[in-house]
């Protein structure tokens, strides 16, 4: 079973940041906040992952609180290809992924 | 990124036959490949772990003998769906544990429609 806890659905305008909230109140001290999202008929993609540190890449920020029990992630100017289900996972280094419901974002034009 | 295809990318079959849809690594190996099923506006589930030279690892309520996995190759897995039924018909990905020292390390197929008619 899926251990982290998301909204259902989310709406975004166009341009603006998107932050999507994933709460994971029984994460183990070793297992990594992972994010990934699939946009409808296509495989998953990978966006990001942290341990502890907050990260940044090229599509994605992720914060991660200090007790570890929540994060979100941060698409910092959403455009309408970001319309997808974005999935927060929490899993052991190079384990295998379990997905829970995620979260469905609306990108508004 | 490291990249993972599926092949085919759809398939339709008439129900009691045999399918197989391939999932290759195209520029790592993988020791560890994963399989999952999607019916639509569903979550994925994941039925199996496949390993390289070892039986997969089926996870509760998925049918081994239904579901088979060969593993045969670093770079190759293939799930055959036997005597396929309607009820069958969904979205299956694999995805592909690469080794890293850092960084992702476990990428996604494209996936493959089967629909059983």
């Known amino acids: 079973d899926a251990k982290t806890t998301q909204p259902t659905s989310m709406d975004c305008a166009e341009g603006r940041a998107a932050n999507l909230p994933c709460n994971h109140s029984?994460?183990?001290?070793?297992?990594?906040v992972y994010w990934y999202r699939q946009i409808h008929s296509q495989g998953p993609q990978y966006i990001i992952h942290?341990?502890?540190n907050n990260e940044t890449n090229e599509m994605a920020s992720l914060i991660i609180t200090e007790d570890r029990k929540s994060s979100t992630l941060i698409l910092p100017h959403a455009t309408l290809r970001d319309t997808a289900v974005y999935y927060c996972?929490?899993?052991?280094?190079?384990?295998?992924?379990?997905f829970g419901k995620g979260t469905r974002l609306h990108i508004l034009p | 990124g490291a990249v993972v295809s599926q092949h085919p990318s759809w398939v339709i079959c008439k129900s009691g036959t045999s399918v197989k849809i391939e999932c290759r690594s195209l520029?790592?190996?993988?020791?560890?490949m994963f399989w999952y099923r999607q019916f639509p506006k569903q979550s994925l589930m994941l039925m199996a772990t496949?390993?390289?030279?070892?039986?997969?690892?089926?996870e509760q309520g998925v049918e081994k003998d239904k579901f088979l996995i060969n593993h045969a190759s670093l770079t190759l897995s293939t799930l055959t769906v036997t005597s396929a039924h309607p009820e069958d018909s969904s979205f299956y990905i694999c995805?592909?544990?690469?080794?890293?020292?850092?960084?992702?390390?476990?990428?996604f197929g494209e996936g493959s429609w089967l629909t059983v008619v």
């Open positions: 995805s592909a544990l690469k080794d890293r020292t850092s960084g992702n390390t476990i990428y």
């Open positions: 029984t994460i183990s001290g070793n297992e990594y």
């Open positions: 942290g341990l502890k």
């Open positions: 996972i929490n899993s052991l280094r190079d384990d295998k992924i379990i």
């Open positions: 520029d790592f190996q993988a020791t560890t």
């Open positions: 496949s390993n390289e030279g070892s039986k997969a690892t089926y």
